[in-house]
């Protein structure tokens, strides 16, 4: 054999062993820990991302999915993202206003006319507002979707007037939630989710705000059987990766999170849509729920009761005005 083809062997060689430490440089783990039980179809959307990810690249990122609040809670995903102690989380405005502050401008009341009306905020300018916002914390947000129409759900009675709220214990949710509950004259108790149920159970609250998926999935309606629909707002969720794990991808890789995060995105609107027009419905029925839906006439007296919210938070969040404008041009 000429020193040649030994040479050209040789140059082959490392040229192969080279290759494979590039292609096990590239393989990836990550770590998707959720709040949602497997029976709140929220979380089959990040179910849905875990899976498209590893199918899309062929096994070579892997994805273990921690749901139901098994590793983190709900009031933890923030900051456990933005450390890197977990790859990916849910992202809910509402509970994370305090670490972004701007998320507020985004859950305010009655924003929104209805769900296409949403949309095309978002696309009209919300998704990069908001996703810059997340990125000067360290995280990279993937997706943009509704955490569903806030609705008031109590132990006893209706809440469709400002006096029906008075002095009420209500959990809130965080952001300009809460401060929508205390114009209304409500008392706001802050509770993680996983104490939600026995918080009712104790009395110490009355009701609670969230969407009709929650109420339903995580059983809460057999503590709180009166359902007061009010859309109060409709909160912003999203899938948060931490930023450095996402710079760590090659480009292929980023693309095919991305287009799995795409899917999942286009899941959780239709989703969402669907089970709040007729499924909630359906299913309070059969559980037995109290509900009533606010008239127009109602609606009009809430709004007019928590306008000062919106002075207030314009005063304090200049963004606010970028918002509206963008929820305008939407209209």
């Not at 206003?97 to 949309?119: C, N, Q, R, V």
């Not at 009701?207 to 998926?213: A, E, H, K, R, S």
């Not at 629909?229 to 693309?255: M, Y």
Request: proline share 3%; glycine share 8%; net charge negative.
């Amino acid at each position: 054999m000429t020193r040649k083809l030994l040479a050209t062997l040789a140059a082959g060689a490392a040229a192969l062993i080279v290759a494979s430490g590039a292609a096990f440089a590239q393989s990836v783990s990550l770590t998707l820990a959720h709040q949602y039980p497997s029976t709140q179809p929220i979380g089959d959307g990040y179910n849905l991302w875990a899976k498209r990810v590893e199918e899309l690249s062929n096994g070579d990122i892997k994805v273990q999915v921690f749901p139901g609040s098994t590793l983190i809670g709900s009031d933890e995903s923030f900051n456990a993202v933005s450390t890197g102690s977990v790859s990916a989380s849910n992202m809910i405005g509402g509970f994370q206003a305090g670490d972004i502050p701007e998320l507020a401008s985004i859950t305010m009341p009655f924003l929104f006319d209805d769900y296409a009306h949403y949309k095309r905020a978002v696309d009209g300018g919300l998704r990069e507002l908001v996703a810059s916002w997340y990125e000067a914390k360290n995280i990279k947000l993937l997706s943009f979707f509704p955490k569903g129409n806030d609705q008031v759900f109590h132990k006893s009675k209706f809440l469709l007037t400002p006096e029906d709220f008075a002095g009420a214990q209500i959990r809130g949710v965080g952001g300009a939630s809460d401060d929508v509950l205390r114009a209304l004259g409500a008392n706001v108790v802050r509770l993680p989710t996983t104490e939600v149920t026995q918080g009712l159970q104790r009395g110490v609250v009355d009701g609670i705000v969230t969407n009709c998926v929650a109420h339903i999935g995580r059983s809460w309606y057999e503590q709180s059987p009166y359902a007061s629909i009010v859309s109060l707002k409709n909160d912003i969720e999203g899938l948060g990766l931490n930023l450095d794990a996402w710079n760590e991808l090659s480009e292929e890789q980023q693309k095919i999170v991305m287009d799995a995060a795409a899917e999942m995105e286009a899941f959780e609107w239709e989703m969402m849509e669907r089970v709040e027009s007729k499924e909630c419905f359906d299913n309070w029925a059969e559980k037995k729920v109290n509900v009533q839906v606010t008239t127009p006439e109602q609606k009009a007296v809430l709004k007019e009761k928590v306008a000062s919210v919106y002075d207030d938070y314009k005063a304090k969040l200049p963004i606010l005005e970028d918002v509206l404008k963008i929820v305008e041009a939407a209209r």
